[in-house]
Structures are given as structure tokens and as C-alpha cells.
């Protein structure tokens, strides 16, 4: 029998919200000078209706002694909201304050190609992109660019359709999306 090693929580989604947890990773200082500061991943969950409310239980699978830094987006009809968190041992913080954030639909007749994500040798990018109607993650295609010896993806857009696309930066050291 196998053993599974993590920590695992549960938020409940108001009806017509759809809400998605990333990880944030800081990239190792030997690094630095190749790939981006910071990288996300997303947190897998799992779903359980609970009458007209969805239960989500996501899950980490390597906690830190120093916590966990998240990023969690609520996509609703019209808006995203986004939050801080921080799991730490067996409890989760979220921040008081939710970052309200509207986006505007980028308008396209022909299919859009968005080019050379960079990747991290452990295949972690700094950047992601999310379909707010599912927010379900538009899959990179991989590619190795000889040139540049590194990894790198690729993903096409689907006209007529807005995205949500992010990326935490370093800003004097604060931290954004």
C-alpha cells in the first residue's frame, strides 16, 4: 500500500464561483541568472457538491517547515479576485484583504499563438494562462530550442475568448501577480 505524504484542505465555492489554488516556488539562487525569480503550480483538488455549493479539497504534497506560499483565484462571471495564503503545518492563512481584479476581453479573429514560456529544469514555468470561464489552465506545448539550450512552450488561444494569464514578479521586493 502506498503512502501519501502532504497536507490537504478545504474551501467551499459560492454558486457561479470557480476557485483555483497555485503554489509559488522561489527559484534556487544558483538559477537566477537563467530562469525567473518565481515559478507556480497548481494545486490539485478534488470536487464534492454539497447541494448547490461545491467543496473543494486541495491538496500539497511537500509541506514546508516555513509554510507554503499560495496564490488563490476566484474566477466569477465578470471578475477574478485574487488572494495571498500561506499553509502553515495544518492551517492555512489567507490574507484579509482579496485583490479585486477585472479583465477585458482581447479580441482576435485568427488563432493566437503566445510563444517561448521559459521553463525551469524541473519543468516549473513562470507563467500561466487560464481559460475564466472553466478556469481550467491552457496547456504549453514543450519544445527544445537548440539555440538557447532550453526548454521552453508554446500555447494558441482560441479566438473570439479573453484569458486570464499571470505571473508573480519581484517589484522591491514585494511581491505581486
Same mark, same amino acid.
Given at each position: ?21 497555485? %503554489? ?40 514546508? %517547515? ?79 530550442? %537548440?539555440?538557447?539550450? %532550453? ?27
Amino acid at each position: 500500500m502506498e503512502s501519501l505524504e502532504g497536507k490537504h484542505f478545504s474551501i467551499t465555492d459560492p454558486k457561479g464561483v470557480n476557485t483555483v489554488i497555485y %503554489e509559488v516556488y522561489k527559484t534556487d539562487k544558483e538559477y537566477l541568472d537563467k530562469y525567473p525569480k518565481y515559478t507556480v503550480e497548481r494545486l490539485n483538488s478534488t470536487e464534492q457538491f454539497v447541494g448547490d455549493l461545491k467543496k473543494k479539497t486541495f491538496y500539497v504534497e511537500d509541506p514546508q %517547515e516555513k509554510g507554503n506560499q499560495l496564490v488563490i483565484f476566484s474566477f466569477a462571471k465578470d471578475r477574478v479576485v485574487i488572494n495571498n495564503g500561506l499553509l502553515i503545518k495544518d492551517e492555512v492563512k489567507i490574507s484579509k484583504k482579496p485583490v479585486p481584479f477585472k479583465y477585458n476581453t482581447i479580441y482576435s479573429e485568427e488563432m493566437t499563438e503566445l510563444k517561448d514560456f521559459k521553463y525551469t529544469p524541473n519543468l516549473k514555468r513562470a507563467i500561466t494562462i487560464i481559460d475564466p470561464e472553466t478556469a481550467e489552465e491552457i496547456k504549453p506545448v514543450l519544445y527544445y530550442d %537548440e539555440e538557447a539550450d %532550453e526548454v521552453k512552450g508554446k500555447c494558441k488561444l482560441k479566438p473570439y475568448k479573453s484569458y486570464f494569464a499571470f505571473e508573480i514578479r519581484d517589484d522591491n521586493n514585494k511581491e505581486e501577480t
